[in-house]
């Protein structure tokens, strides 16, 4: 799961925010800066909190060349929170919950018509929510963190994490996306990579393994 670091705005420490060292943010892949992200979209998931999530609106979009085939049904959105727990002898821990859940591609053009001007002849837009038979368990997650509200005073992370798989086809190797979220609904939807190619988000290896050459035919 990706975490990116970014500087919360100031907040109640019970809140479920992005903090100093794990941002909640959605990527597709491992970035190894925050400056990765546009600087408008972290100004706006500084507000990002677990009180006000509403999992059933999320989405997550990802624009690609028609080179790039991503594999639907591997797609999966990891959600965790956690917080800093004081121990009786006066040191801390972390206590974590953590879930992994599918991802259901939406084809409708409700769906897409608020990434209609990212479409082109030379993109393909791909959007997904959360699978509904999934929602019943971070809804339980989410009652359980929001439970912790008033027990302390500790730390409070909010991550999400999304992570693609698929093939590139033969021909010109245009691997650069551009993913975006929207967390509310409704809601515009925010870059969180912009361009980027994926040989630069992902080892040489790993990017290999994700992306292999698809079947000829």
């Given at each position: ?26 990527a ?21 909190n ?6 059933a ?7 690609h ?8 049904n ?10 800093t ?10 206590e ?16 897409r018509?608020?990434l ?27 009652t ?7 027990t ?23 691997r ?22 994926l ?7 790993a990017?290999?393994k994700r992306?292999?050459d698809?079947?000829?035919g």
């Open positions: 799961m990706l975490h990116l670091p970014a500087s919360p705005a100031p907040r109640r420490r019970s809140a479920f925010r992005p903090a100093a060292a794990a941002a909640a943010a959605l597709t892949l491992a970035l190894a800066a925050c400056g990765s992200i546009p600087v408008s979209s972290l100004w706006q998931l500084r507000r990002l677990l009180e006000t999530l509403d999992p609106a999320l989405r997550a979009a990802v624009v060349a028609p080179a790039l085939q991503l594999d639907s591997a797609l999966q959105l990891t959600v965790s929170v956690s917080r727990v004081r121990q009786p002898n006066g040191s801390t821990a972390t974590r919950l953590e879930e992994t859940l599918p991802l259901q591609e939406l084809h409708s053009t409700a769906e018509s608020p209609a001007g990212y479409d082109g002849p030379q993109a393909v837009v791909q959007v997904w929510r959360i699978d509904p038979a999934a929602l019943p368990r971070l809804q339980a997650l989410r359980t963190a929001l439970a912790w509200k008033g302390d005073d500790g730390k409070r992370e909010l991550g999400l994490g999304l992570e693609l798989a698929g093939c590139l086809h033969s021909g010109p190797r245009n650069v996306v551009t993913t975006l979220i929207r967390f509310a609904a409704p809601g515009d939807y925010l870059p969180i990579v912009r361009n980027r190619d040989a630069e988000l992902l080892p040489a290896e990017l290999k992306f292999p698809c079947p000829a």
